[in-house]
Structures are given as structure tokens and as C-alpha cells.
């Protein structure tokens, strides 16, 4: 299984990125994907999931400006993220499997490498 993160960068405030987790080894229709973020010197947190049947979830501080969204048949998931702030700097991961409580790490069993994302003037 590799789940394969990409697209972060340096963008200025009020900009966007859209960062792409593309799957191999498994199937983003049957595994929920997690998108999870660490900014320096603090722990992991959760920021979005999709789940198999396309229900999606938000952390609280990335709602209305970030939308996840799943590509089938390029075994892809996307994150959309608009209207970035400086506090949106950190390395963001993703990870698969069968979560209960979505944006909490533990309960995913596969994780990518991260792409680090810099909000930055």
C-alpha cells in the first residue's frame, strides 16, 4: 500500500493549493481517506475525510475554505484550499482506512509522506 501526497508549496495569504493523495495497493472507494496536518512544533491534527459512500468532514478551522473531493478512477482524493492563512503552514499527510472519529490519527491505518504547505508573504 502507498498512499502518495503531492501539490503543497509556498502560496501568500488569501491564496490557494490543491493537494492531490493518489492511492496504490487500495481503494479510496472502499477505504476512508483522512487528510491530517503538523505544523512546526506541534502535534498531528485532523483536517478533512471523505468516506467511501462520499460523506464528508471538516475540522472546525478549515470549514467553508477547504473541500475534499475523491476521483474514483484515477484513485486520487483532492484538497481544496482556499483563502489560506499563515496558521495553515504545516506538513499535511494523508492516510487510509476505517475511521469511527475521522480527523483523529489512530485511527488510520495507512499514511503517506506528507507535502509541506508555507502561507507566507
Known amino acids: 500500500v502507498q498512499l502518495q501526497a503531492s501539490g503543497g508549496g509556498l502560496v501568500q495569504p488569501g491564496g490557494s493549493l490543491r493537494l492531490s493523495c493518489a492511492a496504490s495497493?487500495?481503494?479510496?472507494?472502499?477505504?476512508?481517506i483522512g487528510w491530517f496536518r503538523q505544523a512546526p512544533g506541534q502535534g498531528r491534527e485532523g483536517v478533512s475525510c471523505?468516506?467511501?459512500?462520499?460523506?464528508?468532514f471538516y475540522a472546525h478551522s478549515v470549514k467553508g475554505r477547504f473541500t475534499i473531493s475523491r476521483d474514483g478512477t484515477q484513485n486520487t482524493v483532492y484538497l481544496q484550499m482556499n483563502i489560506l492563512k499563515p496558521e495553515d503552514t504545516a506538513i499535511y499527510y494523508c492516510?487510509?482506512?476505517?475511521?469511527?472519529?475521522?480527523?483523529?490519527?489512530?485511527?488510520?491505518?495507512?499514511w503517506g509522506q506528507g507535502t509541506l504547505v508555507t502561507v507566507s508573504s
Open positions: 495497493g487500495l481503494s479510496t472507494d472502499v477505504y476512508a
Open positions: 471523505i468516506k467511501p459512500d462520499g460523506s464528508t
Open positions: 492516510a487510509a482506512g476505517f475511521p469511527d472519529l475521522v480527523l483523529r490519527e489512530a485511527e488510520y491505518d495507512y
